[in-house]
């Protein structure tokens, strides 16, 4: 839009200069001819000066027409290679230059700026060309879009007409000067809607994750810091599977390279060791499956439970790294365990956000089942409520691959995040496991067992095993007996134990021995 109207100034410039040359020049023949000259001297040199001053304009008009249609020639066949069609975007040089522009104009400096970055789903390339043509046939569609957007909005004089867009690195950017921050929040809603709009009407077989990272704008700023900042606040929102962030100075914090090395070092010296939990069905009286629990047996920092590595593994990018060593090793667990015809009960693995959410996930299971020939039944996976709620969509299609799969899925931590009836309802996973929170208040609140024998209802009702985690003592077993709650996992029947500690446990406990007792 603004180029269109840049080739046309010119182009206007051009015809005026051209005008004016050419009544000059006849002015300066017509007096050449008379006896203006006697009686004004001054007169024919004035109009030589404005014959100058008119070719010199008419020379600049020119060029300047012709180096804008090369660069608009330039920029086209940019965008062309990487959106696959000419369009109206400005490349990274010729962005700086136009914020820079409108933002030293004096009727822009009275309202807000900001900074937006943000892409419709991965910008990764992969080896997959189909792939790659999809994310550019969304990328070319998204640019048509804002390009019809922003022209209405110019024209229609809204709360979007004072803006400067363009696209970089895969990432499309927008500069805008708004009257309150609100009006960036609604545009990306208004943006994120359209996308999955764009999607389902040209049937681009891409998923749709939209990410925004946000800058707010301060006076002088660097234009080239600010698109960065931008950047690392959408990378922030992609990673934390938000649609938007807004820049934090912190998010340019780095972890230190001891952190990355510590933990890198541990995973190939197999620092990371399982604890296995048992859980016990109140109603078949049997341990019936256990969940593997990982620990950080470090020579520097001696025993670690998780919530003393956890935050330095996300900080250290290496979590993902972490759930899969985790997993493999539970497998190697269970094939050694089979190999040997000893007991074994499905095992339930915790995976983080990073990992659920990964494009490899569903491959990398697949892949270590087969390695180590682990029917899919011995297997469980958790995933957090909140995990499950950071991209509904995307986490159900995961999960009814793995139920495919023959592998059963865990909601664990429930009630303590976005918990709602209509969750039981659409995400199909096999149980709920609740939080320890509750149980902690079992005994001593009201309102607790009636939360507790609730959730428990609605379970049941949606088909679900119900798991309660933290039970330490008779008094809560006898609640929730009552409650009519399926399984327990707590300190009162096993705590968490190393594998050789496990093997023996399996094979005589008191719990499973007096039940077959009064058998």
């Not at 959408?234 to 952190?259: G, H, N, Q, W």
């Not at 074994?344 to 990073?354: D, I, K, R, W, Y």
């Amino acid at each position: 839009m603004n180029r269109i109207n840049s080739k046309i100034r010119y182009l206007i410039h051009t015809i005026v200069c051209t005008i004016l040359l050419i009544a000059s020049f006849t002015m300066s023949f017509i007096i050449s001819y008379t006896d203006l000259l006697n009686v004004h001297p001054f007169v024919g040199m004035a109009f030589l000066v404005l014959v100058v001053a008119f070719s010199i304009g008419l020379v600049f008009s020119v060029k300047g027409y012709i180096d804008y249609k090369n660069f608009e020639d330039q920029l086209k066949l940019e965008n062309q290679y990487l959106l696959g069609k000419k369009s109206s975007f400005y490349n990274n040089e010729a962005f700086q230059k136009r914020v820079l522009k409108y933002s030293r104009r004096k009727s822009n400096r009275r309202y807000l700026q900001y900074m937006l970055a943000f892409t419709a789903s991965t910008i990764k390339v992969t080896s997959n060309s189909f792939h790659n043509e999809m994310i550019t046939t969304l990328n070319r569609n998204i640019a048509e879009y804002l390009t019809t957007f922003f022209m209405k909005s110019r024209k229609g004089r809204n709360d979007y007409r004072r803006h400067v867009f363009g696209f970089n690195r895969g990432v499309f950017l927008i500069y805008l000067f708004v009257k309150e921050e609100k009006n960036i929040l609604d545009l990306v809603d208004i943006i994120s809607s359209n996308l999955y709009r764009i999607v389902e009407e040209n049937n681009i077989k891409v998923f749709v994750r939209p990410n925004f990272g946000i800058r707010r704008v301060e006076k002088g700023e660097n234009i080239i810091a600010l698109m960065e900042d931008a950047f690392i606040a959408r990378s922030v929102a992609e990673d934390t599977f938000e649609p938007f962030a807004f820049f934090d100075p912190s998010y340019k914090s780095e972890t230190s390279l001891s952190d990355i090395d510590e933990i890198e070092q541990a995973i190939n010296n197999n620092e990371f060791v399982i604890y296995y939990q048992p859980k016990y069905s109140l109603r078949e009286k049997k341990f019936v499956s256990v969940e593997a629990l990982a620990r950080w047996d470090s020579p520097k920092y001696g025993f670690l439970t998780p919530a003393m590595f956890i935050d330095k593994a996300e900080n250290a990018g290496l979590i993902s790294a972490i759930d899969n060593y985790i997993f493999e090793r539970a497998l190697m667990d269970i094939s050694e365990a089979r190999r040997k015809g000893r007991r074994v009960l499905p095992v339930s693995v915790n995976f983080s956000l990073h990992e659920f959410y990964s494009v490899h996930f569903l491959k990398m299971v697949d892949t270590l089942l087969k390695k180590y020939q682990v029917p899919p039944h011995f297997v469980e996976i958790e995933i957090t409520e909140t995990t499950s709620q950071a991209n509904q969509f995307l986490s159900i299609s995961i999960i009814k691959k793995l139920k495919e799969m023959g592998i059963r899925v865990l909601m664990d931590d429930f009630g303590i995040g976005y918990s709602g009836i209509d969750n039981l309802r659409k995400i199909p996973f096999d149980a709920i496991k609740i939080d320890k929170s509750f149980t902690d208040l079992l005994i001593s609140d009201e309102k607790t067992r009636s939360i507790v024998k609730l959730i428990t209802e609605l379970g049941h009702l949606n088909d679900l095993e119900v798991i309660i985690e933290g039970v330490d003592n008779k008094e809560q077993i006898d609640i929730l007996r009552k409650i009519k709650i399926d399984t327990i996992q707590g300190f009162y029947y096993a705590k968490p134990m190393p594998l050789k500690d496990y093997d023996l446990f399996l094979k005589a406990n008191q719990f499973e021995k007096k039940e077959n007792d009064e058998q």
